[in-house]
């Protein structure tokens, strides 16, 4: 019998996701529950405007705050959702994380949880949160799949198949985020304005010598030559993944470096100094209390309205470097995904895509029974080749660069190649 799904959240990441898994119809029933039912509705309206190219699987909308636990819990038992795709705000992963140990539902998210009234945790950060529930889920026998996005998710897949197929040894990985393409418009973000502004906003921690090291943002530049991208520059920068990767893979070096144009940093540094990024509440002089952050995100564009008029492409992944049978070896193992052929495909921008196709790869793993754990884990515990091959079949392909040479990684050269 086949299970059906929750998604919580309705926004590009989601739409994505639900695309993917109502194009593939493993699943009885798709349930999509969010705030504002509305936004889910649209969901629907499109998977419904593909006609025939989809199974016909039934899908259903729900209005939910996932912060209130008893609800959540009450909706997952209402719908008999065997898998919870947390595809919400960061800010209710613990609460919806809770109602699936409650309810025995598979959890999967895509970001590390966040405490609005707090920016940039310490390291590990998932200490502080997610992993206090490890002995929870073991005991409940329920699977919990942390950052099943892009990254996290897909470069902790890479990091773990270089590990161990690539590297008798493995150095440093030097994690690059780079988005080459454009909107058109003044300036937008390119998932949520919040959450987005929040990243950039508090310490920058890398993982260097096997300690955790404490920087500003945009205080380290490098320039890398990256494949069908060229030549781009990317600041070093505090990300989810560095958080688990440092814990359970023996590598002394991890860094984060994601792409960021002048533009981009001079109006991100205007409102910064301004006090327009802060998540502390002040008050207007009528009275009214109010978070500066959550008004930029208000006046900013929606980043789901980007998608139509998004060219151009981006390009994520791991160079890796190391040993193989006693010589130096550095490896780039990448994606390259193109916006216009997101929105021709599911009527997405690239960013999004990028998160989404994971999310829902990861979702069907756990419903084959090749990734349900029945415990809690980070990406980078579980088989990384059946993630990026359902990976690849949904629509992002996985590359490998070595010198001059770059292959596709499903297929039998790479692996040749690889273990070389």
């Known amino acids: 019998m086949k299970r059906n799904i929750l998604i919580i959240g309705a926004g590009g990441v989601a739409h994505v996701a639900a695309h993917k898994l109502a194009e593939h119809g493993r699943f009885g ?18 998977i419904h405007a593909k006609g025939g190219r989809y199974p016909a699987v039934p899908l259903h909308t729900h209005a ?3 912060m209130d636990v008893p609800a959540t819990e009450a909706l997952i038992r209402r719908v008999r959702a065997g898998i919870v795709l947390n595809l919400g705000s960061a800010f209710v992963n613990m609460s919806v994380l809770q109602a699936c140990i409650h309810t025995g539902a598979a959890y999967l998210d895509t970001a590390i949880h966040e405490d609005p009234a707090i920016v940039c945790e310490t390291p590990p950060w998932y200490a502080n949160y997610e992993w206090k529930r490890r002995e929870a889920c073991e005991q409940a026998g329920v699977t919990a799949i942390l950052g ?36 058109g418009r003044y300036f937008a973000t390119n998932f949520d304005p919040e959450v987005n502004f929040r990243e950039f906003t508090g310490t920058v921690w890398s993982w260097e010598g096997r300690k955790w090291v404490a920087g500003r943002m945009f205080e380290r530049k490098q320039e890398w030559d990256l494949p069908v991208v060229g030549r781009q520059a990317a600041y070093l920068t505090g990300h989810d993944e560095l958080h688990s990767l440092s814990q359970h893979l023996d590598v002394p070096d991890i860094r984060f470096w994601m792409g960021f144009g002048e533009h981009y940093i001079n109006v991100f540094t205007v409102l910064r100094n301004l006090g327009l990024l802060s998540e502390k509440p002040v008050r207007t002089a009528e009275g009214q209390e109010v978070v500066p952050l959550k008004v930029v995100k208000a006046v900013l564009p929606d980043p789901a309205s980007l998608a139509p008029t998004y060219k151009g492409k981006t390009c994520i992944g791991n160079l890796v470097r190391g040993v193989r049978h006693g010589k130096p070896r550095e490896v780039f193992i990448y994606n390259v995904a193109d916006h ?30 090749r990734w349900d754990v029945r415990r809690m884990v980070n990406v980078e515990q579980l088989p990384a080749r059946p993630f990026l091959e359902l990976m690849a079949e949904l629509g992002l392909e996985t590359w490998m660069r ?14 040749q190649m690889a273990r070389a």
């Open 29 to 46: 029933e798709i349930h999509i529950a969010t705030r504002s039912v509305r936004k889910a509705d649209a969901i629907v309206a499109s």
């Open 64 to 66: 939910l705050d996932a």
């Open 148 to 183: 099943a996005g892009f990254d996290p998710g897909v470069v902790n897949a890479y990091a773990r198949l270089a590990v161990d197929e690539y590297f008798d040894r493995v150095d440093s990985i030097d994690i690059i985020d780079i988005n080459a393409g454009s909107h």
């Open 340 to 369: 216009v052929e997101s929105w021709h495909d599911v009527g997405s921008q690239a960013i999004a895509y990028t998160a989404g196709v994971p999310a829902a790869a990861a979702a069907l793993l756990v419903a084959e029974g």
């Open 402 to 415: 070595e010198g001059r040479r770059d292959l596709p990684v499903a297929v039998r050269e790479s692996l």
